[in-house]
């Protein structure tokens, strides 16, 4: 039976194995000169799992591997922290996501409307919760977005107001896709597949970013926003996930 997480698990092995410095992993160049990516051969043998288990890993097959031997091929494919958590995350030994809630509750809202600088709250797929006056002012037409296309993700890579106000959108939409992935990439969730599938369909710069695979975890940073007559202003972007409600993200810029 097809299933979305077991293809974007071998997918997502399948790119980062052909991505592979050859000398980091301290093999030489293959006979025909490349100094990057590896055989699934040489994975088995680095992570001790039969190349038997890691094709079938890679072909999407209906295989239930132990965290023991997902650990051994993070290992052998180098991958990050974050990396390591969306593989576990695919393979369903990430902790259920708390259900969606929009808009944000009461008490969310209230600590939003009390920040002085601007602030939003996003559910798990990016969904825009909530956000602040001072937010508002910084992107004034979020409040006339219609509510199924108030998504970050979707504001980003669709609004051509968000490509003149961020100073950096190249990388920033990159970055943000990195973020996206790790946090809410698991396409078994109908409403993430949903989006990811209209976003391939209405961004040429959202397809290829997600067919790159890069996944990356949250870092606080400096934001430069272009504010119209020639002004910028810079925050720096921090997250904070409230203890009663793990499944909102609060996102929050401070002046620099």
Do not use: C, K
């Not at 299933?3 to 071998?10: A, C, H, S």
């Not at 051969?41 to 094709?55: L, N």
């Not at 790790?182 to 949903?194: K, N, V």
């Not at 710069?205 to 020639?230: C, I, K, L």
């Amino acid at each position: 039976m097809f299933d979305p997480r077991r293809q974007e698990l071998g997918a997502f092995l399948r790119s980062r194995r052909e991505r592979l410095d050859r000398a980091a992993s301290g093999l030489p160049p293959t006979s025909r000169g490349r100094t990057t990516g590896l055989r699934r051969e040489e994975v088995s043998v680095t992570s001790g799992v039969s190349i038997t288990w890691y094709t079938w890993l890679e072909q999407g097959r209906d295989i239930h591997p132990s965290r023991q031997v997902l650990t051994a091929i993070a290992d052998a494919l180098r991958l990050t922290d974050a990396e390591r958590a969306y593989v576990l995350g695919l393979a369903g030994y990430a902790r259920p996501r708390p259900a969606r809630v929009e808009p944000a509750p009461v008490h969310v809202q209230r600590l939003l409307d009390a920040l002085p600088h601007p602030a939003y709250a996003l559910t798990p797929d990016w969904g825009m919760a909530g956000w602040n006056a001072a937010y508002e002012r910084l992107y004034p037409p979020i409040a006339d977005v219609a509510p199924g296309e108030r998504n970050l993700l979707w504001l980003v890579f669709t609004d051509p107001y968000v490509r003149t106000l961020l100073d950096d959108w190249d990388v920033t939409s990159r970055r943000f896709l990195a973020e996206f992935r790790a946090e809410a990439g698991r396409l078994a969730d109908p409403s993430t597949a949903q989006l990811v599938q209209a976003l391939g369909e209405a961004s040429p710069e959202f397809r290829a970013g997600w067919e790159s695979y890069d996944v990356g975890g949250f870092q606080s940073r400096e934001r430069v926003f272009h504010v119209g007559e020639g002004r910028t202003v810079t925050f720096e972007h921090h997250q904070l996930r409230p203890s009663d409600r793990p499944d909102l993200q609060v996102v929050l810029y401070t002046p620099v």
